[in-house]
């Protein structure tokens, strides 16, 4: 008799766990996904292309039907998991007939904030998280409705690059001097811009939102500065919030987010996390790299065998708005370190690698990411790079090409 | 039918470089440019061409050519009309002619000039102004041949012929890297060996491209010729190799000039001694030159630039009086004269111990020559030569000059000098083709555009004697004029409209012609009295011609000497006996090499017409200096680094090449480079100006010097489309380029210079590369897809390759992968481009993922088996159902082309 392992969401993360449980633990476990949202688990990172237009709601699946059947998965979406009774290993469902578990994995993602301002609850007032969000900004686009998008990180640019790519004329405010300031350094964030605006999307930095002005539905937007911004819709996208309530209820160990161990173990033996909700050692991942990982090695613990997380060199490496943008490790650069930088605004490009002690500490790139993984490679292995160091920002085929026979 | 351009007929023309004179076929391109070829039918080449001839199609157009009379203003030169400049230029010359009296006033000519130009510049001044200041820089050339030619042949003639180097069974080369400096007559010996087994004899102090894959080198010590050719002498008449008829009927001055040569180098051991050679060598050399009948010895600024380069000459002339081997077939001394007309200007007579037309400064030769030119004020004494001419000059004893086609602030000794004194002139006129060089920034008062070789026209006389037309096959640019027209019309304002009324260089032509058959009746070499009466298309059509053309005589001839009937007054040659070879300059512990000079293979003179070659640029870019290992060593001077070169005159910083070739305890250095193209590589400045007695040329060869490393800690380079203004205290040279300027440069200034210093001469279009902490900027600027100005920096060891930059420079478009790695300054020749990124996540580019789609992926489940990419954040997906669309497409589409064609 199979073991019950429940998987409280249906996202990115739960897809690919059970992915790997299916390589690994095969038969070992009788696998329940119970997840919110309506539909088949999907790409969240298409969303923006799902709203760009560039890709259809459906094709974003991640999985078919067929694909869950096979692997025996139960996949109950649209319901809602309100409780864990710890002690009796039981799930509580809105309006469902309690689920027992043998093994629990919360996989319940995050929540977009919405700006403690007044307004805020207005009508006209969005996040941009899921396809229920798409579906709704897609109807403002093709109204050629005003938007602004607050939140000028990666969540924002997808949104606006969507909307306007939709139609709609789209501000983007960032409370910061700089776009993706997480991301990217200055003269990055700044040849983003220059890119982003490209696309039509006007951007607005240093922008402190102190209001949203309307009369039952939103009519215009103020920021700190006095200045007002009309608007038919505003768009939050300014950071998440994982999503840990039922965890926390259930009396687990919360931080930010749910407190796991390098097994993804929470403070119940039984009950594990991973994804945007888990936190491991004090970091709350926001991207679904890590969230990868973190499904590997659950998948081999599950399976008894030994696997530890220990943690991830935090890379980004995506399209943002329609640019190839990449960053890991150091890539400020400070005292003791040195940068290599190479930039041409007309091809669109910029690259930044940091040294520090004759190893790669760092690395952003905009535009030209064709060896961001090598980079990323690099700045994992610490491997000493003086011997390339004349020709790496040059790639890998010209740093090191293949030797002759 | 097609309508043919009359005006791109090809020309029969004469190469305008070196003495060889080869005949040049140019046919113009119809846009200011012509294509070059050697001339089949001329006998200096029969179709030859050495890389610089060969090249002169890139060396014509009208960029940074002087097209206008100009004058200067408070300071500023203006462009002004013919007429004011005449006058000027007249005006200024009668009034310090009459303040100062006619010595006063120095022409300064070139060996570039032709003929009529030579002959109208010399008649007005030794006939007309009534000094003989008219020196020219065949002065740093052949002036020392000249004078040896005289002491010994009563006059400058050439005994030999071209012929003679196809027949001889030895050629002993003196003095002459006649492998780079004559390449087509070197090409000629090389052929006589090759075919008739004639063998080579190289003597210099550096193994140059001449010396090698030949039959024996001798490397003497610097200015020890004399004593190799006194040991020689010695030898011949101690071993009975004399032509003792020849020597009592034709010659004389036998024993005195022995007496000499015995006391010089009186054995093989005594002259291995003086000029530090093994006697195995000395003893073989001697033996090769006593047994060979047919032996041409040839000299050229090896011989010539020095001190002593008189007795040089005369001492190779000594062997080969004593043998009687002149004036036969393969066998004679022969001249190798560096410049296209320097034996034209010595027919001339343009030189300022000359009168005219071989005739010199005797009382019944000045009065013969006042008679035919009707010269109202006949110079009766030599002239100041070069050197002298320009000391004259910074004393303020000459106080107008007026220099024709030449570059003196460059190319004469103690050049800085040179440059100071020119700027003491009451009057300084420069004739130009171009409108900068080192003499036009020295700060002449007016500036006169003179024809450029492809638009001027008249005749050149090549070191056999033989006089070519050099014909014009583009038009005139702008407002310059032909030298002769230009002097002419001063000498009318001058008030001597009479002498001076020239139509046309057939009509001067003609009256060279004359003069050098008035009253000569055999009494003198040179006489082409034949052409006197030449028809203006007779003139056009001339074919190449050697002199003596007498009149009446049937046929020119070939060789002078065999037979006797030397120019002295009895008729026989002298024997001459050298002074006791020494250099004119000590070495010591502060000056302890010696600085020898010289050409390069694809350069001429101060580049100011080959520097306009991109091809001739890649050979040697860099002024650099020769050193050998032990030196090196000694000095910490490393190859491919930087050396600063001091004289008593001068310094300069140069590249350091360490070659075996260079003699020890001498250095060499090109002398081509000037502060035109180049920060610290002005040789001239380094030059003594010590000189020749006799000829007064310049010990240029021979000046002691010092040598210690220079650091750069930055070299690098910049391409661009404009000459650049480049930051201050840089060392840096220019070249031309593919398309472009290309600057090599060493700093030693902050990196951080660089960036604005670019941004204030480029547009918006900019791509950057900084590693400041690894010393690296490189950056380009664009217009469109054009590269518009690169620039490379680095550590020394890693600047680039500016090679690689070169090509894509040269390009009128960069693509856009070439430009995502320009600045990695690297060749990406086998670095496959896999194109955008698609796939971040496994680092898959576009590229790859079209080839795996052509290879037959048919979904993005397919491409993922294979290649990883969508396997993981899956975000590329769509993309990758776009490129299987595309390419898939695409691929069907060429398919169905092909069934349907």
Avoid at chain 2, 600 to 619: F, K, P
């Amino acid at each position: 008799m199979s073991e019950p392992l429940v998987i409280v969401g249906n996202g990115m993360a739960a897809a690919r766990l059970v992915d790997e449980l299916a390589k690994t633990a095969l038969g070992r476990y009788a696998i329940a996904v119970i997840g919110e949202e309506p539909r088949l688990a999907y790409n969240r990172v298409l969303l923006s292309s799902v709203l760009a237009g560039e890709t259809g709601s459906h094709e974003i699946e991640l999985r078919p039907a067929d694909w869950w059947r096979q692997r025996g998965v139960t996949v109950r979406y649209g319901y809602r998991v309100t409780e864990i009774d710890v002690g009796r290993r039981e799930l509580k469902i809105a309006g469902e007939e309690s689920m027992e578990y043998s093994k629990l994995v919360l996989a319940t993602g995050s929540t977009p904030l919405r700006l403690n301002v007044p307004g805020a609850d207005l009508t006209g007032v969005h996040t941009f998280r899921d396809s229920r969000d798409v579906d709704l900004l897609l109807t403002l686009a093709a109204a050629k409705k005003r938007v602004v998008v607050v939140g000028g990180g990666l969540l924002g640019l997808e949104a606006a690059y969507g909307l306007a790519k939709a139609g709609a004329p789209v501000t983007l405010l960032h409370l910061m001097d700089r776009l993706m300031e997480r991301q990217l350094d200055l003269p990055a964030a700044e040849l983003l811009k220059t890119l982003v605006e490209r696309k039509g999307i006007h951007v607005v930095l240093n922008a402190s939102t102190k209001c949203i002005h309307g009369d039952g539905h939103v009519e215009a937007i103020e920021l700190a500065d006095g200045s007002r911004i009309e608007a038919d819709a505003v768009i939050f996208a300014a950071g998440i919030r994982p999503n840990v309530a039922i965890a926390k209820e259930a009396g687990l160990a919360v931080n930010r987010g749910i407190v796991v161990n390098d097994c993804l173990q929470t403070s119940e033996s039984d009950i594990f996390a991973l994804g945007e909700c888990a936190e491991h050692r004090g970091t709350a991942y926001g991207l679904v790299e890590p969230a990868y990982e973190q499904a590997r090695v659950l998948a081999r613990h599950l399976a008894g065998k030994s696997a530890a997380y220990q943690g991830s060199v935090v890379s980004t490496n995506l399209k943002v708005s329609g640019v190839s943008v990449f960053s890991a490790g150091d890539f400020v650069g400070g005292e003791g370190s040195e940068s290599l930088v190479l930039s041409d605004r007309r091809r669109g490009t910029y690259k930044k690698l940091v040294i520090a002690d004759g190893r790669l500490t760092g690395a952003v790139l905009i535009g030209d990411t064709v060896d961001a993984l090598w980079y990323l490679e690099l700045i994992r292995n610490r491997e000493a790079v003086a011997a390339i160091r004349t020709d790496m920002m040059f790639g890998r085929a010209l740093a090191l090409p293949p030797k002759a026979a | 039918m097609t309508a043919i351009d009359p005006t791109l007929r090809t020309t029969r023309t004469t190469c305008p470089y070196c003495g060889v004179g080869c005949g040049v076929l140019a046919t113009p391109d119809g846009d200011g440019g012509a294509a070059i070829a050697g001339d089949p039918e001329h006998p200096a080449n029969f179709g030859r061409l050495c890389s610089k001839g060969s090249a002169l199609g890139e060396t014509v157009g009208l960029e940074g050519r002087l097209l206008y009379p100009m004058i200067r203003c408070k300071g500023v030169l203006e462009r002004v009309a013919w007429s004011d400049a005449l006058d000027h230029v007249a005006h200024r010359m009668q009034h310090i002619v009459a303040r100062d009296g006619a010595d006063a006033v120095a022409f300064y000519l070139s060996g570039q000039l032709l003929t009529e130009d030579y002959y109208v510049a010399n008649k007005l001044m030794k006939g007309f102004v009534g000094t003989a200041n008219v020196d020219t820089n065949s002065r740093l050339c052949m002036s020392s041949s000249v004078a040896g030619h005289r002491r010994a042949f009563g006059a400058d003639t050439v005994p030999g012929c071209y012929e003679d180097l196809d027949q001889a069974d030895l050629l002993v080369l003196v003095g002459s890297n006649a492998a780079w400096c004559h390449p087509i007559l070197f090409q000629r010996m090389r052929r006589n060996k090759e075919e008739r087994g004639a063998r080579i004899i190289v003597i210099d102090p550096r193994r140059t491209d001449t010396a090698s894959d030949i039959d024996l080198f001798l490397g003497v010590k610097p200015g020890t010729d004399t004593a190799l050719f006194s040991g020689l002498f010695v030898h011949l008449a101690d071993s009975g190799a004399l032509d003792k008829d020849y020597i009592a009927n034709n010659t004389s001055g036998f024993d005195d000039a022995l007496a000499r040569a015995r006391s010089i180098a009186g054995s093989v051991s005594a002259t291995a001694l003086a000029t530090g050679l093994s006697e195995q060598d000395v003893a073989a050399f001697f033996a090769m030159f006593r047994e060979t009948e047919r032996v041409v010895t040839l000299y050229s600024q090896g011989v010539n630039q020095s001190a002593q380069g008189t007795d040089k000459v005369n001492a190779i002339l000594n062997c080969h009086l004593a043998t009687g081997r002149i004036g036969k077939p393969g066998a004679s001394p022969f001249s190798l004269t560096g410049q296209p007309n320097a034996m034209g200007g010595r027919e001339v007579g343009g030189l300022a111990n000359q009168l005219a037309a071989h005739m010199m400064f005797t009382p019944p030769e000045v009065d013969r020559v006042r008679r035919f030119w009707k010269a109202p004020r006949i110079a009766t004494h030599e002239g100041l030569k070069a050197v002298q001419l320009f000391e004259a000059i910074n004393r303020g004893e000459v106080k107008a000059l007026w220099v024709m086609g030449t570059n003196p602030a460059v190319s004469l000794p103690d050049a800085d000098l040179v440059r100071e004194a020119l700027k003491k002139l009451e009057l300084f006129v420069v004739s130009e083709n171009v409108l900068s060089n080192d003499t036009v920034e020295a700060g002449p008062h007016v500036l006169l555009p003179a024809l450029a070789w492809g638009e001027k026209s008249g005749t050149v006389t090549n070191s056999e004697r033989r006089i070519s037309r050099q014909r014009s096959f583009l038009p005139a640019p702008g407002e310059a004029r032909p030298d002769w027209w230009i002097l002419s019309e001063v000498a009318k304002r001058l008030g001597f409209g009479e002498g001076f009324n020239y139509k046309s260089a057939a009509e001067i032509f003609r009256e060279h012609a004359a003069l050098s058959a008035f009253e000569n009746d055999g009494s003198r070499d040179f006489d082409i009295g034949a052409l006197q009466s030449v028809s203006d298309e007779a003139y056009d059509a001339l074919v190449p011609l050697q002199w003596p053309a007498r009149e009446g005589q049937e046929g020119p001839g070939a060789r002078f000497f065999a037979g006797g009937g030397f120019f002295t007054n009895d008729g026989k040659g002298r024997f001459v006996a050298p002074e006791v070879p020494a250099l004119r300059s000590e070495t010591n512990s502060a000056r302890p090499l010696r600085l020898n000079t010289g050409r390069i293979r694809d350069q001429w003179h101060t580049m100011t017409r080959t520097g306009l070659s991109q091809r001739l640029g890649a050979h040697l870019p860099e002024p650099f200096v020769e050193i050998h290992p032990d030196d090196a060593g000694k000095y910490g001077v490393v190859d491919d680094s930087f050396a600063r070169v001091t004289t008593d005159y001068g310094q300069c910083i140069l590249k350091a090449v360490v070659s075996e070739r260079q003699q020890r305890g001498t250095l060499f250095v090109p002398i081509h480079w000037s502060a035109m193209n180049t920060s610290h590589g002005r040789i001239g400045a380094l030059v003594q100006s010590f000189n020749d007695p006799f000829s007064g040329q310049p010990e240029t060869k021979a000046t002691p010097a010092a040598i210690a490393p220079y650091e750069y800690v930055f070299r690098g380079f910049a391409l661009s489309r404009k000459q650049l203004a480049l930051p201050q205290h840089l060392w840096w040279v220019r070249a031309a380029i593919g398309g472009g300027y290309g600057y090599l440069f060493a700093d030693n200034a902050d990196l951080s210079r660089w960036p604005a210093w670019l941004q204030g001469i480029a547009g918006e279009d900019i791509a950057e590369y900084r590693d400041f902490g690894g010393g690296v900027y490189r950056a380009a600027s664009f217009v469109g897809d054009r590269i518009e100005t690169c620039l490379f920096i680095g550590p020394a060891h890693d600047a680039g390759d500016w090679e690689v930059v070169k090509s894509l420079f040269a390009a009128d478009r960069v693509s856009d992968e070439q430009r995502r790695l320009l600045l990695s300054g690297k060749s990406t020749e086998g670095v496959a481009s896999t194109g955008p990124v698609v796939c971040a996540c496994f680092g898959v580019g576009r590229s790859t993922i079209c080839d795996t789609i052509a290879a037959g992926a048919r979904s993005a489940a397919e491409i993922g088996a294979k290649l990883k990419a969508g396997t993981n954040c899956g975000s590329c997906i769509p993309e990758l159902k776009r490129l299987i669309a595309e390419t898939g497409g695409a691929a069907k589409e060429a398919k169905f082309a092909g069934a349907a064609g």
